[in-house]
């Protein structure tokens, strides 16, 4: 059975491009292809999510990063988005009843600029119209009317009393805002020191007189602040209709142009009942406009007037696709935003900014889950906004209490928006585990594959891919071979000759640096030599540690031997994981075993290196020794199982059939090839599984063999299960090919103990009974042996426990008699 077993043809380990597959000579020949490389169950998921319209149906795509998932759903809702109408627009406008709570519009695409636009017209007609109404000669003459008829009104009052002064004997004298009296002397006026000489009866005569006067001056003005009154009724009428007067041309044509929409209708009535108001308290009064030039006028026309348009949209431009690249809440949900006045922060309906969710409102938001999940209170507000069909711009954290500056509380707006999510299939499990709100507003999952089906049509599709990609980036064209070391590098990240990685990012990068190697060359076109040089600085760039680690190999600092035989010593191959590259280090595992009854020792796991999966493959190993060889004797043995030199954490179970050799080895003391080295899982029944990263461990045994020097039988043994996993460099296919290095396929652990040891395993009769000389025979034999020594043992124990009994009680019996003695 074990005989069977022959090296993979150098065929076998790499899927090479049939020339028939890429019908051209370099990509100018063939047309590009412009959305994404297969992916047909993402493609139909996504094609449903949109064209679903009911409550709850989101989107979440989900896949790998580079796998084109974002570029492809962007791109897709575009085209979706285009032949669709697009949704209304919305402008926050100034509530004058309650300036706290600004007000929404809802115009049709494209006119809430429109209106905006309109309102800076009227203001403009308002700078221009105001106060030159003020200053036409009629208003002039109105006005000038009413102030002669009030100062009449004073003038007559105040000549009565001074003509019964002028009668008394007393002067009056008035200025613009007080009336004095003096007395007189042939009529004239009498000084201060000439007041001072007269005879008291004189002084008191006239003070007398003022008394009197001051009396009838009272009586006179007793009706003045009835005239002050009439008179600021009269000019504030006048202002009033002057306002009216030269609004009405401004307004007209914005009420009819506007008179079926009713929200604007309203507006425009408030907005004129505020601006009668203000154009008087800011025009009409003298004083006030001394203070306020025509900036500011402006300033405060725009801040109490202008719609402050939330979002805008092409009448044509079909449905908005916005992508926000930085969720924060600000940047969604918008926010209030404050100017300053004289240290004291003022918000303002005009410092209302929108965010995504109105930018998209009405159309497609695509965010990354793992940005948008870095705040919980983010996420929380999403849903609910989603849940509520309402768009609602607060302080995030004012619930909390950590906000207590006065703020704006803007009026709702209805929200009608398809969100997208993208991110890893980690995010969207442990969304579905942790959130139950989640598989009900999300329920459209739009899976990407993480690997392709490699077919003569998908080749073809990759090769028109690439013809797109070189047409937007402006690279040098690709001939076919190029495009096939393209196709095979593919199918190395896949890890598997009949497929492709979806992650085309990688692939891009390397068509990038490939094209930057042509151009060091001066070459017109992209080949194969080039890929292959792009591969080869990338992996000298990232390998200074695989590097190191041969070198230590070489040097002997790292024991591992690549010829020659040993017992209880074999060569496991690892994968080492730094930053974004791996690469294959083989590890010597090295075995102990001897009578006793511990069992099998994990070292690893006892200095708490070895991980889960690993200790599983060691437990799993002793499950399969007792199925096997434990039948009639039992496993008295303690063996110590041990990856030498390693000195951080151990993972994975692909050691498990190289620990199974190396313990065999060790128990019936047979030596195993130090030529080869073998990866692969084993189970109970010492079947070979499949394991991870088969290529770079191969290629880190060949390149110790390499730099020691290719012996011609030095090889690796993988599972047969990892056969179409194989996408090897060049350099090792030209080795096997020249017979220099093989690569053995098993899929039982007998195939591996006859490779490594040259003897049979040996199949059981129908008694259990293998045949003798064979490597089962020797290890059941030795079981024996081990068994019969633990018999041996438990009988010289009992005949000292014997012993030892017999003693205690002849001792108690002189005891006793030298007790009764005494």
Known sequence: ??????????????????????????????????????????????????????????????????????????????????????????????????????????????????????????????????????????????????????????????????????????????????????????????????????????????QESVSKLESLLNEELLSLPLWKRATYEQLRQLNLDTVNEALDPLMAPMFEEHAAHDAVTAYLKAMREDLDKTIMDQVADDKVSENRDEAGRRQLYEELYLPNVAVTHEPDGGMPVVYESHPTYRNLFGQVEYSSDQGMLIPSYRLIR????????????????????????????????????????????????????????????????????????????????????????FRVLVDFDDTLKRTKESELAFARLMKDRIDKEEYANVTRNGVAALIEYSSRLAEHQNEMAAKIGDVFELLGEADFVREMAHEENITEDHIARALKAKKHRTGRV???????????????????????????????????????????????????????????????????????????LSGYLGNKYAQRYPLDISASIAMEQSYGYVDGDSASTAELCCLLSALIQIPLRQDLAITGSLNQYGEIQAIGGVNEKIEGFFNVCNARGLSGTQGVIIPKSNANNLMLSDEIVDAVKAGQFHVYAISSADEALHLLTGMEPGVADEHGEYPEGTISAKVIERLEEISKLGDEDEEEEDDDENESDAKPTEKKSHQDKSSNKV
Do not use: C
């Open 1 to 206: 059975m074990s005989s069977m077993v022959t090296p993979l043809p150098y065929q076998a380990l790499s899927a090479k491009v049939p020339a028939d597959h890429l019908p051209f000579e370099t990509l100018k020949d063939i047309d590009a292809l412009s959305g994404i490389l297969g992916q047909e169950r993402a493609v139909e998921a996504i094609q449903f999510g949109v064209a679903m319209q009911r409550p709850g149906y989101n989107i979440f795509a989900m896949g790998d990063s580079g796998t084109g998932r974002s570029s492809y759903v962007l791109s897709y809702l575009k085209s979706e988005a285009k032949r669709r109408t697009p949704p209304n627009e919305w402008a926050y406008i100034n509530n004058f009843t309650e300036t706290h709570r600004p007000k929404a519009i809802e115009f049709a695409p494209g006119n809430a600029a429109a209106f905006e636009k309109q309102i800076r017209a009227l203001i403009d007609g308002l700078m221009v119209t105001f106060p030159a109404a003020f200053e036409n000669p009629s208003y002039q003459q109105q006005k000038g009317a009413i102030d002669r008829a009030f100062n009449e009104q004073y003038e007559s009052a105040i000549n009565k009393v001074e003509r019964v002064a002028v009668k008394i004997g007393v002067a009056m004298f008035r200025d613009a805002s007080s009336v004095s009296f003096a007395p007189m002397k042939d009529g004239k006026a009498i000084e201060e020191n000439d007041f001072a000489g007269l005879s008291d009866e004189d002084r008191d005569a006239f």
């Open 546 to 620: 695989s590097e190191k680690i041969i070198e230590e190999i070489i040097e002997g600092t790292v024991l591992l031997e690549s010829h020659g035989h040993a017992v209880g010593k074999i060569n496991g191959l690892t994968v080492m994981q730094i930053g974004d590259s791996s690469f294959g280090a083989p590890a010597r595992i090295s075995t102990t075993v001897h009578p006793g009854g511990k069992g099998i020792i994990d070292i690893e796991r006892e200095s708490n290196l070895g991980q889960n999966i690993h200790s599983k493959g060691v437990l799993i």
């Open 354 to 441: 929108s965010g995504s969710l109105h930018a998209a409102n009405g159309g497609y938001l695509i965010l990354d889950a793992e940005k948008l999940l870095t705040d919980h209170y983010l996420w929380e507000a999403l849903k609910r906004a989603l849940k509520s069909k309402s768009l609602k711009i607060e302080h995030p954290y004012a619930d909390m209490g950590l906000m207590n500056t006065t703020t704006l509380a803007p009026q709702d707006l209805p929200l009608q928006v398809k969100v997208v999510l993208i991110g890893s299939r980690d995010i969207y499990y442990l969304l579905q585990d942790a959130d139950p709100d989640f598989q009900e507003m």
